[in-house]
């Protein structure tokens, strides 16, 4: 296990978009149930990390999320959700916030990040609402997603009493550019990585290295494609089906070496 914020998290995540009823919030029961057994088995078998946002299923994943987890202890998860820059005003932001948490059915939001930044943000205004969340225990750390360099300096140079913790950004094998700066900025300054879209929806079984080193090892090119990733961020590919979850879980049975790694590297 790695840490975010001091908190031991699990290598892989699980990803939750489009869960709940999909973009627009629709989606028949049958989906939800499949999708909680998902959740479940990976929380099942040590997955602690599991992330959403407000915007998912209109509300409806933070939700789901929410029923999935009633089982379990809360404070062996590290929940993820994240606020919508419609909403990246001091009081709206403050409300969002509350009301995911009330979606999510706990008591705080392991790490809560800004979704997506937009031009001519506010950026002393939103940090400051991040930090008042932070302060009254709604949320543990603040993160942010999908943000530049520049744009993560800017929201360093705003946070006064806490720090970011995480950046979510698109990365997979067949998105390589966070290779070039922004995995080391964020290894600088102690910000954790989550990658999303690890799995590009299979597309990265495809790659042939990936094919290479999968009939190599004999292990899924899937798992192939996490372990990569797992060297510099935590993945968490979503699985709406039982049968991919187990897939998923799998990775972390066995770990990639140097050699593989280095010749995955050097293939993009």
Known sequence: MTAIGGKKVSPIGIGTWSMGGGKLGFGGSGAEKEEMKC????IENDINVIDTAEV???????????NAIKEFGRDELFI???????????????????????RLNC?????YLLHWPTP???MGEIMGAMETLADSGIINNIGVSNFSISDMEKAMTE???????ANQIHYSLLERSPEDRILDFCDKNKIGVIAYTPIENGRVSEIREVVRVSEQRKKPPIQVALQYLMKRAIPIPKASRLEHMKEIVG????????????ALKDSG
């Not at 959740?39 to 990976?42: E, F, N, S, V």
């Not at 998912?56 to 929410?66: C, D, F, P």
């Open 56 to 66: 998912y299923g209109m509300g409806r994943a933070e939700t789901l999320v929410g």
């Open 251 to 262: 990775t972390l049975s066995w770990e990639m070496n140097a050699s593989d790694y280095k």
């Open 80 to 102: 993820i959700t994240k606020v919508s820059p419609y909403h990246f005003a001091r009081d709206k932001l403050i409300n969002s916030a509350k009301n995911s948490l009330k």
């Open 107 to 111: 008591q705080y939001i392991d790490l």
């Open 159 to 165: 946070t006064k009493r806490h720090t970011i913790v």
């Open 120 to 122: 001519g943000m506010n």
């Open 39 to 42: 959740i479940k088995y990976a």
